[in-house]
């Protein structure tokens, strides 16, 4: 059952948000090609609406660290333009990066150097940055993310979850307007996942726009506003998580020990789809109300032990538009 | 604003989440002061890293065990090869100004060149390794301002290096061999200033002539995320210079080698000085930096960082 029509003109973004400076990212036609004949990202049409958790969803190989690399200026698209933060990226992406904070695939630091240095390092980097609070704002990042005690140590010397931590402090060295985080809970123990969820929601209510690249979906629907999902470097979904979530069709699940008198029952009020299993038997909803079911069966004097309205979980969703493949795609 | 107040400020602005930044154009004081930072933070990862402490200590403890072997082997003024080394070893033990022209000249045929070899190789290539490179680019970082600043710091490299064989070959030749008055190639007596600064001219040429090295170096640092794999190529690059520059078949190439005009520095002992063969040498040293440094800024711009 395809729940989902997964054709550019329904994913791409109208040609308008290109137009419409408030979005945070915006681009059309985003493609990457790369020398070996891999097309990586194929037509990419972004519209992350300012002040949003925007989820950036998709298997591993679909694209989207190539995307988020496109945006961040690491690498040049084949074709395809993009705005952050209203900026068009061939004229100023230089301009307008210093108000983005990104975590790309991985921390990456000096494992020579402290956590501290580390992070001075990045600053120094910065030539917009104000010298003058430098110190200071290292420690509150260090801070933020919790490193506070051991920004003194070697990076070599620190855990995955630490060196995770790290990266997402250099992203909060200065009020940013967007963050791009790629797998930001990535090696992270339930309580450092639960901080850094607590950290983005912070972020976002500041006003900060936060995209977030992950293939966790428990995550995805505790955090994100909107979401976008890459498949084969195509995106093939677009929109709130509600719309998301709304794209399933709801369906009614009867819990009876007669599952099969209860399926004729349900064809015979109308229902359509319906799929028995050994005690439970579910259907498309249509315009009845479960109200209606449920007096139905009881009429028919059929025995309903439990009856609810199910909608398909992310996971469902995700897959369904992604596809069900364990193989790698060359 | 007064530093005082932004510092004292600052903690409570940094809470609130507003931040001074430089708004409007930046003026160039402030341009030169952030990139200045960029710049001390490229020394700091260099000189604080061990292994090129290391190397530095294995620079400056050379002329020291050259010195100390020299003494107790005190060789006359017929020792050594006619040519190269030769002309100077001789002259040790009657000025120890010569020690440290000796050093450099030893040093120059493999290890000072090794030293730049890893430094430059690393420049780019080592970064891109760690993944920092991502993590720089990102802040943003300029990569032609990353580039330029890279090498600027290479140049500082190969100064400091330079200096240190030739420092420490002096004070080494101060304590072992007598100082003073010094006889030069051409046969004529200079005084002891006169030779210092024909010394330290030397150390320029010669830093120079490692700089070239060092654009070679960090232009195919571009091409890699694996630093080890540049350090070896550089190495090979003054090996295969060094011998076809040996091979006299070969003349017509002989100019046009990186490491041809690296120890030719010999002409600035003479008097008159034959100035030609110095400004032959900076010219082949121009030429590798210009050439070699475009392929690096064309490089750099044009790849797709997927480090």
Same mark, same amino acid.
């Given at each position: 059952?395809?729940?989902?029509?997964?054709?550019?003109?329904?994913?791409?973004?109208?040609?308008?948000?290109?137009?419409?400076?408030?979005?945070?990212?915006? !681009?059309?036609?985003?493609?990457?090609?790369?020398?070996?004949?891999?097309?990586?990202?194929?037509?990419?049409?972004?519209?992350?609406?300012?002040?949003?958790?925007?989820?950036?969803?998709?298997?591993?190989? !679909?694209?989207?660290?190539?995307?988020?690399?496109?945006?961040?200026?690491?690498?040049?698209?084949?074709?395809?333009?993009?705005?952050?933060?209203?900026?068009?990226?061939?004229?100023?992406?230089?301009?307008?990066?210093?108000?983005?904070?990104?975590?790309?695939?991985?921390?990456?630091?000096?494992?020579?150097?402290?956590?501290?240095?580390?992070?001075?390092? @990045?600053?120094?980097?910065?030539?917009?940055?104000?010298?003058?609070?430098?110190?200071?704002?290292?420690?509150?990042?260090?801070?933020?993310?919790?490193?506070?005690?051991?920004?003194?140590?070697?990076?070599?010397?620190?855990?995955?979850?630490?060196?995770?931590?790290?990266?997402?402090?250099?992203?909060?060295?200065?009020?940013?307007? =967007?963050?791009?985080?790629?797998?930001?809970?990535?090696?992270?123990?339930?309580?450092?996942?639960?901080?850094?969820?607590?950290?983005?929601?912070?972020?976002?209510?500041?006003?900060?726009?936060?995209?977030? !690249? !992950?293939?966790?979906?428990?995550?995805?629907?505790?955090? @994100?506003?909107?979401?976008?999902?890459?498949?084969?470097?195509?995106?093939?979904?677009?929109?709130?998580?509600?719309?998301?979530?709304?794209?399933?069709?709801?369906?009614?699940?009867?819990?009876?020990?007669?599952?099969?008198?209860?399926?004729?029952?349900?064809?015979?009020?109308?229902?359509?789809?319906?799929?028995?299993?050994?005690?439970?038997?579910?259907?498309?909803?249509?315009?009845?109300?479960?109200?209606?079911?449920?007096?139905?069966?009881?009429?028919?004097?059929?025995?309903?032990?439990?009856?609810?309205?199910?909608?398909?979980? =992310?996971?469902?969703?995700?897959?369904?538009?992604?596809?069900?493949?364990?193989?790698?795609?060359? | 604003?007064?530093?005082?107040?932004?510092?004292?400020?600052?903690?409570?602005?940094?809470?609130?989440?507003?931040?001074?930044?430089?708004?409007?154009?930046?003026?160039?004081?402030?341009?030169?002061?952030?990139?200045?930072?960029?710049?001390?933070?490229?020394?700091?990862?260099?000189?604080?890293?061990?292994?090129?402490?290391?190397?530095?200590?294995?620079?400056?403890?050379?002329?020291?065990?050259?010195? &100390?072997?020299?003494?107790?082997?005190?060789?006359?003024?017929?020792?050594?090869?006619?040519?190269?080394?030769?002309?100077? &070893?001789?002259?040790?033990?009657?000025?120890?100004?010569?020690?440290?022209?000796?050093?450099?000249?030893?040093?120059?045929?493999?290890?000072?060149?090794?030293?730049?070899?890893?430094?430059?190789?690393?420049?780019?290539?080592?970064?891109?390794?760690?993944?920092?490179?991502?993590?720089?680019?990102?802040?943003?970082?300029?990569?032609?301002?990353?580039?330029?600043?890279?090498?600027?710091?290479?140049?500082?490299?190969? #100064?400091?290096?330079?200096?240190?064989?030739?420092?420490?070959?002096?004070?080494?030749?101060?304590?072992?061999?007598?100082?003073?008055?010094?006889?030069?190639?051409?046969?004529?007596?200079?005084?002891?200033?006169?030779?210092?600064?024909?010394?330290?001219?030397?150390?320029?040429?010669?830093?120079?002539?490692?700089?070239?090295?060092?654009?070679?170096? &960090?232009?195919?640092?571009?091409?890699?995320?694996?630093?080890?794999?540049?350090?070896?190529?550089?190495?090979?690059?003054?090996?295969?210079?060094?011998?076809?520059?040996?091979?006299?078949?070969?003349?017509?190439?002989?100019?046009?080698?990186?490491?041809?005009?690296?120890?030719?520095?010999?002409?600035?002992?003479?008097?008159?000085?034959?100035?030609?063969?110095?400004?032959?040498?900076?010219?082949? #040293?121009?030429?590798?930096?210009?050439?070699?440094?475009?392929?690096?800024?064309?490089?750099?711009?044009?790849?797709?960082?997927?480090?």
């Amino acid at each position: 059952m395809t729940l989902i029509d997964p054709t550019p003109a329904r994913a791409a973004a109208l040609p308008q948000a290109l137009v419409d400076p408030d979005l945070a990212i915006a !681009s059309i036609g985003l493609s990457m090609r790369f020398r070996s004949g891999q097309l990586a990202v194929d037509n990419v049409g972004l519209a992350v609406p300012p002040g949003s958790v925007y989820g950036f969803l998709g298997p591993n190989g !679909s694209g989207k660290t190539t995307t988020i690399r496109m945006l961040l200026g690491l690498v040049h698209p084949t074709s395809g333009d993009f705005r952050l933060l209203g900026t068009d990226a061939r004229v100023g992406l230089d301009h307008v990066l210093p108000r983005v904070g990104a975590l790309v695939e991985g921390p990456a630091f000096y494992p020579f150097l402290s956590g501290r240095q580390n992070l001075a390092r @990045c600053d120094a980097a910065d030539r917009t940055a104000d010298l003058a609070t430098a110190p200071a704002r290292i420690d509150h990042a260090l801070d933020q993310v919790g490193l506070l005690a051991a920004a003194d140590k070697r990076y070599r010397a620190y855990s995955l979850g630490m060196k995770q931590r790290l990266a997402i402090a250099a992203g909060l060295l200065r009020p940013r307007d =967007l963050m791009i985080l790629d797998e930001p809970t990535n090696g992270l123990d339930p309580q450092g996942t639960r901080e850094i969820r607590s950290l983005i929601k912070q972020i976002a209510a500041d006003g900060t726009t936060v995209f977030v !690249s !992950s293939h966790l979906l428990a995550e995805v629907e505790q955090i @994100c506003s909107h979401v976008g999902v890459m498949s084969t470097g195509r995106l093939v979904f677009q929109g709130t998580l509600g719309e998301l979530r709304g794209q399933g069709e709801p369906r009614i699940l009867v819990r009876t020990t007669e599952p099969d008198l209860a399926a004729k029952q349900l064809g015979r009020i109308g229902l359509a789809d319906i799929i028995v299993d050994e005690a439970t038997v579910t259907a498309q909803l249509g315009e009845h109300g479960a109200d209606v079911i449920n007096a139905e069966l009881v009429r028919a004097e059929i025995p309903v032990f439990g009856l609810e309205t199910v909608r398909p979980s =992310l996971e469902d969703m995700f897959v369904e538009l992604t596809g069900e493949g364990f193989n790698v795609n060359g | 604003m007064s530093t005082a107040s932004v510092d004292s400020s600052a903690d409570a602005q940094v809470a609130a989440g507003r931040v001074l930044t430089t708004s409007g154009t930046p003026s160039l004081a402030s341009e030169l002061r952030h990139w200045l930072r960029l710049f001390l933070s490229e020394l700091r990862i260099v000189y604080r890293r061990p292994r090129n402490m290391a190397m530095l200590a294995v620079l400056a403890a050379a002329p020291i065990f050259l010195g &100390i072997v020299l003494k107790f082997n005190t060789p006359g003024p017929g020792d050594g090869p006619p040519n190269g080394a030769g002309e100077f &070893i001789g002259q040790v033990a009657e000025n120890g100004v010569f020690l440290s022209l000796l050093a450099m000249f030893v040093l120059m045929t493999l290890v000072l060149p090794l030293s730049v070899a890893v430094v430059s190789g690393d420049s780019i290539a080592g970064e891109a390794g760690l993944g920092t490179l991502r993590t720089l680019l990102t802040v943003p970082c300029g990569r032609v301002r990353l580039l330029l600043t890279k090498y600027l710091m290479i140049v500082v490299f190969c #100064f400091s290096a330079c200096l240190i064989v030739a420092g420490v070959g002096l004070l080494m030749g101060a304590i072992l061999f007598p100082i003073g008055p010094v006889t030069l190639l051409s046969g004529a007596t200079v005084p002891l200033i006169d030779g210092l600064a024909r010394l330290a001219v030397i150390v320029i040429y010669v830093s120079l002539g490692l700089s070239a090295l060092g654009a070679i170096g &960090i232009a195919l640092s571009t091409f890699t995320q694996h630093a080890i794999g540049v350090m070896a190529a550089i190495l090979v690059v003054v090996v295969a210079s060094e011998i076809l520059d040996a091979v006299s078949q070969v003349a017509a190439i002989h100019p046009y080698l990186p490491t041809h005009f690296w120890l030719t520095f010999d002409a600035l002992l003479r008097t008159p000085i034959t100035w030609t063969d110095v400004w032959h040498g900076l010219a082949s #040293f121009a030429v590798y930096i210009v050439i070699f440094g475009a392929l690096a800024l064309a490089r750099i711009r044009r790849a797709n960082v997927t480090c």
